[in-house]
């Protein structure tokens, strides 16, 4: 026997779990899946075939794509997206989604409304916790237009938000006054909440030629290459505030002035994802002046899907290897990522002496190449590591282009232990608003040096290639 509460408005999925739990008398999240799934008949699945997700939706009595789009932040942190973008939110063929990241949050912590706790346990005898205020960036409830507060203990889900009023911490008052009275700020909270209630998200591909002509349009460098015009992202910068942009893009909150950032500026020429959605919402909030224009302008790129570019597309050389670059040299998923038939993009990228580094069963092109310009390998020691023949490697070093090794430089991943890439990550309000000089930015624990050299390395080699 299960107790099925039933989900309040906007009711984020994680609180609607804790809810099913303590109605339940289940100790744990483990406990109240497996009572959810006894209960659904479908106790011999894994979570990869009946994620929690979905059981909370039978739990409800709503078919998944509603309840993903209204207790969720999916449709949010996919509003924008490269990847499947004709999928429909929650829809069947995203279960592996749906029990990987379908309950995913999109900042650090757990967001709540004291006037919202107050009303929710006078009108419904208890607390709940919303959507909205899990919003990257969002520092007051847009109902009350109070400061949030928040826990970084994200286990507080499972237990009502009235429960950590005593021990919580609020965002600066002060500090939300400034942001409040901040339009920007304003526009990008609003686009963010009509996020949440799409069906299915907009196409990168089509949204980034949106904001291109518009960007285009104010002056601002549209690709990438040599900075000769100005940048999106020092505008982003100079609009939202570098505090405030540490919740929401931390990459932005140490980035010099003048400096290309692909995270926000590749959002105008990138055709897959340049970072995530809310890098898209802030050159929105920015470029537009006004929330209704905004959306109107995404709905527009949304209409523009069943136009498909033309074979005569122009490319600027600098375009051309940044999309070389992003796929690894790998022709096929260029001409997607560009909306480019393959033997045009074929043609383009051979006049610049960049190869279709293709990678077979028992071939690489890819690790002949870097092997030789790289690694500085012998012709034959090469060709051998790619399993290709000297004729064809031949080949390859008679068409390429000085291009190629740079791009190749800024294609390496380094391999070995500590040499991953290190992340940052969003700062909480307290500690974005309580820096009194420069915002540092933070990173994920346990870095390493080999890690930040590597990083160093790369980074460096971007730039070459960008000279």
């Not at 990168?204 to 460098?221: D, I, R, Y």
């Not at 071939?363 to 023949?389: D, H, M, P, R, T």
Request: charged share 20%; glycine share 6%.
């Amino acid at each position: 026997m299960l107790t099925r509460p039933s989900p309040y408005p906007e009711e984020l999925d994680r609180g609607y779990l804790g809810r099913v739990m303590r109605r339940n008398g289940s100790a744990t999240k483990k406990d109240a899946v497996t009572l959810m799934s006894i209960w659904a008949g479908v106790a011999d699945k894994s979570r990869r075939e009946m994620s929690c997700l979905e059981l909370l939706s039978k739990v409800a009595g709503t078919d998944v794509p509603i309840f993903v789009r209204q207790h969720s932040l999916l449709p949010f942190r996919r509003g924008i997206t490269s990847y499947q973008p004709d999928l429909l939110h929650g829809g069947e063929q995203q279960r592996s989604m749906l029990w990987s990241t379908g309950m995913q949050l999109a900042r650090t912590g757990a967001y709540f409304c004291a006037e919202c706790v107050r009303e929710d346990q006078e009108f419904h005898g208890q607390s709940y916790w919303r959507r909205e205020h899990q919003i990257p960036g969002m520092l007051w409830c847009s109902k009350h237009a109070t400061p949030l507060k928040y826990t970084e203990d994200e286990s507080a889900f499972l237990l009502p938000p009235a429960v950590q009023l005593q021990h919580c911490q609020s965002v600066d008052e002060q500090w939300v006054k400034q942001a409040f009275n901040n339009k920007s700020i304003q526009r990008y909270n609003e686009i963010c909440s009509n996020l949440l209630d799409t069906r299915k998200p907009f196409d990168v591909k089509h949204v980034s030629v949106t904001l291109k002509e518009k960007a285009s349009a104010q002056g601002f460098q549209t690709h990438g290459g040599k900075v000769k015009s100005p940048l999106l992202s020092d505008a982003i910068v100079n609009a939202f505030g570098r505090k405030w942009l540490a919740t929401v893009l931390p990459a932005l909150t140490d980035k010099p002035e003048g400096m290309h950032l692909s995270q926000m500026d590749g959002v105008l020429y990138l055709k897959t994802s340049a970072s995530s959605v809310s890098a898209y919402v802030l050159a929105f909030a920015v470029l537009y002046e006004s929330v209704y224009m905004a959306l109107n302008a995404l709905q527009s790129s949304a209409a523009s899907t069943s136009i498909s570019r033309q074979p005569s597309a122009q490319f600027t050389r600098d375009e051309l290897l940044d999309a070389y670059i992003q796929e690894r040299g790998n022709y096929s998923t260029i001409a997607s990522s560009l909306s480019v038939s393959k033997p045009t993009l074929a043609l383009k990228l051979a006049t610049i002496g960049l190869p279709n580094l293709i990678q077979k069963a028992n071939q690489s092109v890819f690790k002949a190449v870097f092997a030789f310009y790289v690694e500085k390998q012998s012709l034959q020691a090469s060709a051998e590591k790619g399993n290709i023949s000297i004729g064809a490697m031949e080949d390859l070093i008679r068409n390429a282009s000085c291009d190629l090794t740079r791009a190749l430089q800024a294609m390496q991943r380094p391999s070995g232990r500590g040499t991953g890439v290190r992340r940052a990550r969003q700062l909480t309000p307290g500690e974005a608003s309580s820096a009194t000089g420069p915002v540092a930015t933070k990173f994920s624990p346990k870095i390493r040096r080999e890690q930040l050299r590597a990083q160093e390395l790369r980074a460096r080699a971007e730039e070459e290639c960008r000279a």
